[in-house]
């Protein structure tokens, strides 16, 4: 029996391109779990826009993927062999940083027991109750400090961050204007998620429609770029920017620098970074709340699936034109085979 795999190719200096990965197909006789290992068989893979940081070869909050190495990404999956000592017992979901691949071995700690509650599907595991939903609760909780009846943007709005961002700022009681790439987009974050106002920033008068909704507390950030620099032009004193992501400037040799910077200080404004590894002591309380949450429907995710490990580097591209609205994931394997 073979598995594929896929793996960095070569680095890009702009977009993603065609050569950027290859696919590599290998014996499974390769993967043998040894002692606090497991073989897990990929049923799920996320696809982020941090991807484009990871193959660039920068400094940065992890080391770059090298070439010839499976790209990472984060999945679901299912033992389908336990080495001895290993904590984990065939036929367990769990989930992990198992790259692109449709089998991996990973230490027993890699690989994380995922136990999932009443109400809520395995693959809000990737998104709500993973890396995306908590993001957005992090990042709202303790830098936007949401206070009832505050102003807050989230540009990305449709996107797998943005639209928990949107949901979990009118939970906290404020008014919630979203950003995004779309009119259908705009139309989904008004009807389904409820936002206040939604902004088609290709829309000839959005700078204008933008500046007539008023000044604003708190900002989360998706894109950075002109975007988050028209923004710094319309914040209220003591406003809030949580800088989570900045899809407009992953592309580029050098991201663009800001402008309208000033207004930070003439309204005492925040602007601060934040990398969602950090709180990993905090994730099992912030699952529990947002999983009673997607329970009673008064969280709610989306999904944009593509299907087949090999079509992962086609779509990795679509979070940088905006073919996606919520979360990118693969369909790796149909039915997880507890038995090799
Ligand atoms: N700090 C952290 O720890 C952390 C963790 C996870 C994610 N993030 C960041 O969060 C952001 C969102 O990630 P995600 O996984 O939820 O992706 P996503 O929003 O589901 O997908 C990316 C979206 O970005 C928008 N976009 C692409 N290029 C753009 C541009 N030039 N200008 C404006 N919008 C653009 C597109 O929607 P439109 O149609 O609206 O253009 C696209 O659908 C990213 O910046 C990511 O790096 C940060």
């Known amino acids: 029996m073979h598995y594929k795999r896929i793996v960095l190719n070569s680095r890009p200096e702009g977009d993603i391109e065609p050569t950027t990965f290859r696919t590599e197909t290998l014996p ?3 993967l043998k779990p040894g002692a606090g290992e497991v073989l897990v068989q990929v049923t799920w893979l996320s696809l982020d826009p941090a991807m484009r940081g990871y193959i660039r070869d920068v400094r940065s909050y992890l080391p770059p993927v090298q070439i010839g190495e499976t790209m990472r ?3 679901l999956g299912v033992v389908v062999q336990a080495g001895s000592k290993s904590v984990h ?3 367990q979901l769990v989930s992990g940083a198992f790259g692109w691949t449709e089998f991996a071995v990973m230490k027993d700690r890699h690989a994380e027991k995922i136990t999932v509650p009443k109400g809520v599907q395995p693959l809000d595991f990737l998104n709500i109750l993973g890396s995306s939903g908590l993001t957005a609760y992090f990042g709202l909780r ?3 400090q949401l206070k009832p009846g505050d102003k807050m943007v989230v540009s990305g709005a449709a996107g797998s961050v943005g639209s928990v961002a949107c949901q979990l700022g009118k939970r906290a009681g404020a008014t919630v204007y979203a950003i995004a790439g779309s009119q259908e987009k705009c139309e989904w974050l008004v009807k389904e998620l409820g936002v206040d106002k939604a902004f088609n920033y290709k829309s000839p008068t959005f700078r204008k429609d933008f500046k007539e909704a008023g000044y604003i ?4 950030d998706n894109v950075g770029g002109d975007i988050l620099d028209m923004v710094l032009t319309r914040l209220n004193k003591g406003a809030r920017i949580a800088l989570c992501g900045a899809i407009s400037q992953y592309n580029a040799t050098k ?3 800001l402008q309208n910077y000033l207004t930070l200080i003439s309204q005492r404004a925040k602007i601060q970074g934040f990398i969602i590894l950090d709180y990993t002591t905090e994730f099992p309380a912030a699952i529990e709340e947002m999983g009673r949450a997607i ?3 008064s969280l709610k995710g989306k999904f944009h699936i593509v299907h087949g490990l090999e079509q ?3 779509a990795l591209p679509m979070l940088f034109t905006g073919g996606n609205t919520g979360k990118l994931v693969v369909k790796v394997s149909e039915e997880p085979r507890t038995k090799l």
């Open 73 to 75: 990404a984060q999945g």
């Open 255 to 257: 991201p663009k620098g």
């Open 217 to 220: 507390d708190a900002y989360f």
């Open 28 to 30: 499974l006789n390769n």
């Open 295 to 297: 329970a009673d429907g």
């Open 142 to 144: 303790d830098i936007c």
């Open 89 to 91: 017992s065939v036929g």
């Open 312 to 314: 992962a580097p086609v």
